[in-house]
């Protein structure tokens, strides 16, 4: 048996079946991570002896013949900035390196509410800043689609832990597109639900009020199914909300009601002409089978990537500000050769030296947007450039019930090729922002290969039709898969 592509229903089947033991599924993956991930680099660590305990308790459940959840028994893996009590959680940062959860994030706690088997913790660009996982302290993930090239960022290692057989699902944050774009990239689905679908409680915060949690899968039933099990209000998270979410798997969506937007804006200069061809391959194949395909305007989109890198910043300086070397984080008091130094000294050294490059030059940039003079010239600025992106999109949605685009401008990038240029690296998620500035829910799936590599086709729906979009990806996928 291939479990290497299993999915998280062909796995359940297997279980409920008594054709394989989670224990024994837990070891064939622990067995393949030994093998390759030297090489991959998706993981910082590992969680055996938990994965074992808790893949056998399922076991014991299907021995007496116990029914269990979808979840039970599956091997996951979980991105590093998720909390998992006493596992590390580095967020990929020299500055958490030693640093053990103390509690359970609410998405954990769901999950082994489910009984999921959790293997371990996957790499990422340095607390989720990148698009490339080369901002990780603990050095790159590889594409393993490409071992030359980046698996995307910051999720990289969730989704190159997925792509690589690894695991059969994974979770990963979006806060600009890091779900998505490593998706795309990687030739897996990536799920970023509405804002407030899904509880950020034990999500190490990169720019608040964009952050969400969500699900990287072999297909979409997988991601609706992870989606499923995280959703839901919770008391640690005010902005989590609490609502009735119509059914995924009954009724699905007739291609001849759904309507489908192309904004204008997303085809222009600086999409790569090949990614171009294959997502106007899918949305003709989507044509063809009888969805209506409009275009559409979002005229404040050329906008977006200017207000994220001043509103993300802005929230990155006032969330890392805690890592200061004292309360928490790498510290260079107790290195001192001086004993106690003055508080300047210590903040200046523990934090110079506990952030990488991309982390320090976000906490620079926001703390600039945030001081006296500049806050309302550039922050309060920037946010109205979102709610007027917000608002093309209602108007969008007035009209059309999904949106269609590129992930990304290009395929996977060779690593190097855009580290010294933070511009270019900021234009990979040109088509993502968007929609976390305006905090709906987007889905990328696999379209056709260019160059030989992974291409990522975004679907955007409206707020908390999560549903709804997800059964339009369903559809996508089915079309894409057969007419490739
Ligand atoms: N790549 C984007 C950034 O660097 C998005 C990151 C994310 O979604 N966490 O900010």
């Given at each position: 048996?291939?479990?290497?592509?299993?999915?998280?229903?062909?796995?359940?089947?297997l279980?409920?079946?008594?054709?394989?033991?989670?224990?024994?599924?837990?070891?064939?993956?622990?067995?393949?991570?030994?093998?390759?991930?030297?090489?991959?680099?998706?993981?910082?660590?590992?969680?055996?002896?938990?994965?074992?305990?808790?893949?056998?308790?399922?076991?014991?459940?299907?021995?007496?013949?116990?029914?269990i959840?979808?979840?039970?028994g599956?091997?996951?893996?979980?991105?590093d900035?998720?909390?998992?009590?006493?596992?590390?959680?580095?967020?990929?940062?020299?500055?958490?390196?030693?640093y053990?959860?103390?509690?359970?994030?609410?998405?954990?706690?769901?999950?082994?509410?489910?009984?999921?088997?959790?293997?371990?913790?996957?790499?990422?660009?340095?607390?989720?800043?990148?698009?490339?996982?080369?901002?990780?302290?603990?050095g790159?993930?590889?594409?393993?689609?490409?071992?030359?090239?980046?698996?995307?960022?910051?999720s990289?290692?969730s989704?190159?832990?997925?792509?690589?057989?690894?695991?059969?699902?994974?979770?990963?944050s979006?806060t600009?597109?890091?779900?998505?774009q490593?998706?795309?990239?990687?030739?897996?689905?990536?799920?970023?639900?509405?804002?407030?679908?899904?509880?950020?409680?034990?999500?190490?915060?990169?720019a608040?009020?964009?952050?969400q949690?969500?699900?990287?899968?072999?297909?979409?039933?997988d991601?609706?199914?992870?989606?499923e099990a995280?959703?839901?209000?919770?008391?640690f998270?005010?902005?989590s909300?609490?609502k009735?979410?119509?059914?995924?798997?009954?009724?699905?969506?007739?291609i001849?009601?759904?309507?489908i937007?192309?904004?204008?804006e997303?085809?222009?200069?600086?999409?790569?002409?090949?990614v171009?061809k294959?997502?106007?391959?899918?949305?003709?194949?989507?044509?063809?089978?009888?969805?209506?395909?409009?275009?559409?305007?979002?005229?404040?989109?050329?906008?977006?990537?200017?207000?994220?890198?001043?509103?993300?910043?802005?929230?990155?300086?006032?969330?890392?500000?805690?890592?200061?070397?004292?309360?928490?984080?790498?510290?260079?008091?107790?290195?001192?050769?001086?004993?106690?130094?003055?508080?300047?000294?210590?903040?200046?050294?523990?934090?110079?030296?506990?952030?990488?490059?991309?982390?320090?030059?976000?906490?620079?940039?926001?703390?600039y947007?945030?001081s006296?003079?500049?806050?309302?010239?550039?922050?309060?600025r920037?946010?109205?450039?979102?709610?007027?992106?917000?608002?093309?999109?209602?108007?969008?949605?007035?009209?059309?019930?999904a949106?269609?685009?590129?992930?990304?401008?290009?395929?996977?990038?060779?690593?190097?090729?855009?580290?010294?240029?933070?511009?270019?690296?900021?234009?990979?998620?040109?088509?993502?922002?968007?929609?976390?500035?305006?905090?709906?829910?987007?889905?990328?799936?696999?379209?056709?290969?260019?160059?030989n590599?992974p291409?990522?086709l975004?679907?955007?729906?409206?707020?908390?039709?999560?549903?709804?979009?997800?059964?339009?990806?369903?559809?996508?996928?089915?079309?894409?898969?057969?007419?490739?």
């Amino acid at each position: 048996m291939n479990f290497k592509n299993l999915t998280i229903k062909e796995a359940h089947k297997l279980l409920e079946n008594r054709e394989i033991t989670s224990a024994e599924l837990t070891e064939e993956f622990f067995g393949e991570i030994k093998k390759r991930d030297k090489e991959i680099n998706a993981f910082l660590s590992l969680a055996e002896n938990e994965a074992m305990a808790a893949a056998k308790k399922v076991d014991a459940r299907i021995a007496k013949g116990e029914p269990i959840e979808l979840l039970a028994g599956i091997p996951s893996a979980i991105k590093d900035n998720i909390l998992i009590r006493g596992a590390k959680a580095t967020a990929a940062s020299k500055m958490l390196e030693n640093y053990i959860a103390p509690y359970d994030a609410t998405v954990i706690e769901k999950l082994r509410e489910e009984e999921a088997v959790l293997l371990g913790k996957t790499n990422m660009d340095e607390f989720a800043m990148g698009s490339s996982t080369e901002n990780s302290a603990f050095g790159p993930t590889k594409n393993p689609v490409d071992l030359q090239r980046v698996p995307g960022g910051s999720s990289g290692g969730s989704a190159a832990a997925v792509k690589a057989g690894f695991c059969v699902y994974a979770l990963g944050s979006d806060t600009g597109g890091s779900i998505r774009q490593p998706a795309g990239f990687c030739g897996v689905v990536g799920f970023k639900p509405t804002y407030g679908a899904i509880s950020r409680h034990g999500l190490i915060a990169m720019a608040a009020s964009l952050d969400q949690i969500g699900p990287i899968t072999k297909n979409v039933d997988d991601a609706a199914a992870v989606f499923e099990a995280i959703r839901g209000n919770d008391k640690f998270d005010s902005t989590s909300v609490k609502k009735d979410w119509p059914d995924y798997w009954n009724e699905p969506i007739d291609i001849e009601e759904i309507k489908i937007g192309v904004p204008r804006e997303y085809f222009t200069h600086g999409l790569d002409s090949e990614v171009e061809k294959s997502v106007r391959e899918a949305i003709l194949k989507l044509e063809k089978e009888g969805a209506k395909i409009v275009d559409i305007d979002l005229p404040y989109s050329e906008w977006a990537l200017a207000a994220y890198y001043i509103i993300m910043p802005a929230e990155v300086s006032a969330n890392l500000a805690r890592l200061d070397g004292i309360r928490y984080g790498y510290s260079k008091i107790k290195n001192s050769e001086f004993g106690l130094q003055n508080l300047f000294d210590v903040y200046l050294k523990s934090r110079g030296e506990g952030f990488g490059a991309e982390a320090r030059r976000r906490i620079m940039l926001g703390t600039y947007i945030l001081s006296a003079g500049y806050y309302d010239a550039y922050y309060t600025r920037a946010q109205k450039v979102r709610r007027l992106i917000k608002q093309d999109f209602d108007r969008a949605f007035r009209e059309v019930d999904a949106i269609i685009s590129p992930v990304s401008p290009t395929v996977a990038f060779k690593f190097g090729e855009k580290t010294h240029d933070p511009l270019s690296m900021y234009l990979s998620d040109i088509y993502t922002v968007s929609v976390n500035m305006a905090g709906l829910p987007a889905i990328s799936i696999p379209a056709k290969e260019a160059y030989n590599l992974p291409v990522g086709l975004q679907l955007i729906g409206d707020s908390f039709e999560d549903i709804k979009l997800l059964k339009i990806a369903k559809m996508a996928e089915t079309i894409i898969k057969e007419k490739i």
